[in-house]
Structure formats: structure tokens, C-alpha cells
T-cell receptor
Framework: NAGVTQTPKFRVLKTGQSMTLLCAQD?????MYWYRQDPGMGLRLIHY???????AKGEVPDGYNVSRLKKQNFLLGLESAAPSQTSVYFC???????????????FGDGTRLSIL | LAKTTQPISMDSYEGQEVNITCSHN???????ITWYQQFPSQGPRFIIQ???TKVTNEVASLFIPADRKSSTLSLPRVSLSDTAVYYC??????????????FGRGTQLTVWP
């Protein structure tokens, strides 16, 4: 059981380049999330999805786009990378709980992205 | 957003009980309180979750007072392997309110031999 898998684990980009981070989960979870983690800032929610074909903005969505074409995958895109987007990106998923709030998130091990 | 405030760091010795408190003055009626543990180069891992009073599992206890404006994670008899960053997450995890999730900056717990 792989849980949440993030691809790639590391990447270096030049300013202005684009790339897509892939998140895959095998737990049949409805909800998926993308966070960024910066030193001293904790985890901040970028975008999230409550189901296939739906996405919504989190706390820090600017400069990112997401897509959820399949239930098990959640893609995070950077159209024109900027140095301020250098960070560690975490994907997570959780069960919707059929309306019950107390469903923990399961995290991947992160993608370390550096933008020069 | 239900902002949270935690101590930046704490130190303890092996075998001691550690209590980490999180303040969340703006917690909403439907918000749950969840604690996560994070080791270097790994994603956060769920520890415990609660809504009110006390919750206990095999690794920790969570104490929540009646006004729910704070919560305390209690780790009994810590070991070196408990050295990690601990996050308090407050939020309503239903689909309509997921955008309000706020993790906070975490508490670095260092356990010494």
C-alpha cells in the first residue's frame, strides 16, 4: 500500500520555466490537497479538491494551477516559475467521511523545488 | 481562518511527559482539532484528533477545555525518536470549508538523552 506518492522528489528550475507536480493516492480518498512549506511558516494550503473534476483555492493560490481529472491524481502546475516559489510542496489526501469532519489527512513525502 | 499559536520550540529529556499547548481563539463551532508530527524530509503524520474534553490513543492524549480556545497535546514518557515538529491543525474538514484549514508554524520538540 503506497499511500500518497509525489513525483518528482527534487527539481531545479530556472525563472520563467513551467512544470507540473504529480500526486497520486491509492486509498480512494475523495479529498486532496496541495501545501507548501517554507522555513518558519508551517504548511500553507495552496489548492484543494473535494472530488474528481473539482478544485478550489486555499490560502496561497497565486501563481499555481491545479487539475483533478482522475480521482486518484491531483496535479499542481507552475506556469511561470518565480524564485518566491522555491519551497517544499506536500500533497495530502483524506476520506470525506460522508459528512463527518474528523478525517485525518495522509501526506506524501514532499517535492523539493528550487527556482533559480 | 482559525489561526493557531504554538511555542516555537520545546526541550525535554527522555522519559519525561511533554505537554504542547496550541491557542485557537477563533475556533468555530464545527472545527475539529488535529495534531500532526513531522520528521525531517517526511510529510506530516496524524497523531490524534478531538472536538472537546479528552481523547487518548496509544501514543498521545489531547486535552480540550470547555471553551475550546486552546488544546494540549500530551506525550507520555518521550524518547529520542519523538524529536520532531508538532503541528496543531484547526478546521472544519467538510468539503465546503476545507479552504479554512490552517496548520500554523509548529513546535520543534527536541528530546535529550
Amino acid at each position: 500500500n503506497a499511500g500518497v506518492t509525489q513525483t518528482p522528489k527534487f527539481r531545479v528550475l530556472k525563472t520563467g520555466q513551467s512544470m507540473t507536480l504529480l500526486c497520486a493516492q491509492d486509498m480512494n480518498h475523495e479529498y486532496m490537497y496541495w501545501y507548501r512549506q517554507d522555513p518558519g511558516m508551517g504548511l500553507r494550503l495552496i489548492h484543494y479538491s473535494v472530488g474528481e473534476g473539482t478544485t478550489a483555492k486555499g490560502e496561497v493560490p497565486d501563481g499555481y494551477n491545479v487539475s483533478r481529472l482522475k480521482k486518484q491524481n491531483f496535479l499542481l502546475g507552475l506556469e511561470s516559475a518565480a524564485p518566491s516559489q522555491t519551497s517544499v510542496y506536500f500533497c495530502a489526501s483524506s476520506y470525506s467521511g460522508q459528512g463527518i469532519s474528523n478525517q485525518p489527512q495522509h501526506f506524501g513525502d514532499g517535492t523539493r523545488l528550487s527556482i533559480l | 481562518l482559525a489561526k493557531t499559536t504554538q511555542p516555537i520550540s520545546m526541550d525535554s529529556y527522555e522519559g519525561q511527559e511533554v505537554n504542547i499547548t496550541c491557542s485557537h481563539n477563533n475556533i468555530a463551532t464545527n472545527d475539529y482539532i488535529t495534531w500532526y508530527q513531522q520528521f525531517p524530509s517526511q510529510g506530516p503524520r496524524f497523531i490524534i484528533q478531538g472536538y472537546k474534553t479528552k481523547v487518548t490513543n496509544e501514543v498521545a492524549s489531547l486535552f480540550i477545555p470547555a471553551d475550546r480556545k486552546s488544546s494540549t497535546l500530551s506525550l507520555p514518557r518521550v524518547s529520542l525518536s519523538d524529536t520532531a515538529v508538532y503541528y496543531c491543525l484547526v478546521g472544519d474538514l467538510r468539503g465546503s470549508t476545507l479552504g479554512r484549514l490552517y496548520f500554523g508554524r509548529g513546535t520543534q520538540l527536541t528530546v535529550w538523552p
